[in-house]
Protein backbone atom coordinates (compact mmCIF):
# COMPACT_ATOMS: atom_id res chain seq x y z
CA UNK A 1 0.00 0.00 0.00
CA UNK A 2 1.01 3.53 -0.83
CA UNK A 3 1.21 6.61 1.59
CA UNK A 4 1.54 10.09 0.41
CA UNK A 5 4.76 11.28 0.71
CA UNK A 6 3.96 14.19 2.52
CA UNK A 7 2.84 12.24 5.89
CA UNK A 8 5.87 12.05 7.89
CA UNK A 9 6.31 8.57 9.72
CA UNK A 10 9.38 6.74 11.40
CA UNK A 11 9.76 3.27 9.32
CA UNK A 12 8.99 0.97 12.43
CA UNK A 13 5.32 -0.92 13.84
CA UNK A 14 2.65 1.94 13.37
CA UNK A 15 -1.39 1.40 13.74
CA UNK A 16 -3.93 2.89 15.39
CA UNK A 17 -4.12 7.26 14.85
CA UNK A 18 -1.50 6.98 12.24
CA UNK A 19 -3.36 4.90 9.99
CA UNK A 20 -6.48 6.51 10.27
CA UNK A 21 -4.61 9.48 8.90
CA UNK A 22 -3.58 7.29 5.92
CA UNK A 23 -6.62 5.89 5.82
CA UNK A 24 -6.24 2.16 6.34
CA UNK A 25 -7.58 -0.13 8.64
CA UNK A 26 -6.18 0.64 12.65
CA UNK A 27 -7.48 -3.18 13.05
CA UNK A 28 -4.37 -4.08 11.02
CA UNK A 29 -0.49 -3.00 11.85
CA UNK A 30 1.89 -2.21 9.80
CA UNK A 31 5.68 -1.95 8.78
CA UNK A 32 6.52 1.65 7.55
CA UNK A 33 9.36 1.73 4.87
CA UNK A 34 10.46 4.20 2.19
CA UNK A 35 11.21 2.83 -1.43
CA UNK A 36 14.27 4.27 -3.70
CA UNK A 37 11.72 6.88 -5.31
CA UNK A 38 11.17 8.49 -1.56
CA UNK A 39 7.59 7.00 -1.05
CA UNK A 40 6.43 5.64 2.21
CA UNK A 41 5.14 2.03 1.58
CA UNK A 42 3.35 -0.29 4.41
CA UNK A 43 3.44 -3.52 4.80
CA UNK A 44 0.97 -5.65 6.97
CA UNK A 45 2.57 -7.03 10.03
CA UNK A 46 1.22 -10.66 10.67
CA UNK A 47 -0.47 -11.23 13.98
CA UNK A 48 2.53 -13.51 15.04
CA UNK A 49 5.25 -10.88 14.15
CA UNK A 50 2.89 -8.49 16.37
CA UNK A 51 3.00 -10.31 18.85
CA UNK A 52 6.93 -10.82 18.94
CA UNK A 53 6.88 -7.34 18.77
CA UNK A 54 5.20 -6.80 22.10
CA UNK A 55 7.16 -8.98 24.02
CA UNK A 56 10.09 -7.03 22.82
CA UNK A 57 8.39 -4.58 25.42
CA UNK A 58 7.69 -6.77 28.52
CA UNK A 59 10.49 -7.50 30.70
CA UNK A 60 12.32 -10.95 31.14
CA UNK A 61 9.82 -13.19 32.91
CA UNK A 62 12.74 -15.09 34.57
CA UNK A 63 13.58 -11.90 36.23
CA UNK A 64 10.41 -11.46 38.23
CA UNK A 65 10.12 -12.63 41.93
CA UNK A 66 7.07 -14.85 41.57
CA UNK A 67 9.13 -16.94 38.75
CA UNK A 68 12.56 -16.77 40.66
CA UNK A 69 10.21 -18.43 43.74
CA UNK A 70 8.94 -20.73 41.82
CA UNK A 71 12.53 -22.04 40.39
CA UNK A 72 13.81 -21.95 43.61
CA UNK A 73 10.69 -24.35 45.17
CA UNK A 74 10.99 -26.53 42.23
CA UNK A 75 14.41 -27.10 42.74
CA UNK A 76 14.05 -28.06 46.40
CA UNK A 77 11.49 -30.44 45.47
CA UNK A 78 13.77 -32.08 43.03
CA UNK A 79 16.84 -32.07 45.33
CA UNK A 80 14.12 -33.97 48.13
CA UNK A 81 13.20 -36.37 45.26
CA UNK A 82 16.63 -37.02 44.64
CA UNK A 83 17.06 -37.98 48.09
CA UNK A 84 14.53 -40.04 48.69
CA UNK A 85 14.77 -43.59 49.72
CA UNK A 86 13.47 -46.41 47.79
CA UNK A 87 10.98 -47.24 50.90
CA UNK A 88 9.93 -43.48 51.09
CA UNK A 89 9.44 -43.80 46.65
CA UNK A 90 6.94 -46.83 47.58
CA UNK A 91 4.88 -44.71 50.22
CA UNK A 92 4.65 -42.15 47.98
CA UNK A 93 3.27 -44.18 45.15
CA UNK A 94 0.75 -45.73 47.74
CA UNK A 95 0.05 -42.63 48.89
CA UNK A 96 -0.76 -41.53 45.16
CA UNK A 97 -2.40 -44.30 43.95
CA UNK A 98 -4.73 -44.49 47.03
CA UNK A 99 -5.32 -40.55 46.33
CA UNK A 100 -6.20 -41.08 43.14
CA UNK A 101 -9.13 -43.46 43.72
CA UNK A 102 -10.19 -41.24 46.45
CA UNK A 103 -10.91 -38.53 43.55
CA UNK A 104 -12.33 -41.00 41.38
CA UNK A 105 -15.18 -42.16 43.72
CA UNK A 106 -16.50 -39.25 44.11
CA UNK A 107 -17.37 -38.59 40.13
CA UNK A 108 -19.08 -40.06 37.44
CA UNK A 109 -17.89 -43.32 35.70
CA UNK A 110 -17.59 -41.37 32.40
CA UNK A 111 -15.29 -38.13 34.35
CA UNK A 112 -12.66 -39.53 36.13
CA UNK A 113 -9.83 -37.55 36.30
CA UNK A 114 -7.07 -40.49 36.96
CA UNK A 115 -7.05 -43.46 34.81
Not at 55 to 68: C, G, H, M, V
Amino acid sequence: MLADKNFRISPEIVSGKKLNELGLSAANTYRVFKNDAGQILLDPVTPTEAFQNQLKNYADWEKSSKSTLALQFLEKRRQRLTQMTEAETQEAEIFFERFKESINSDRPEDAKLYL
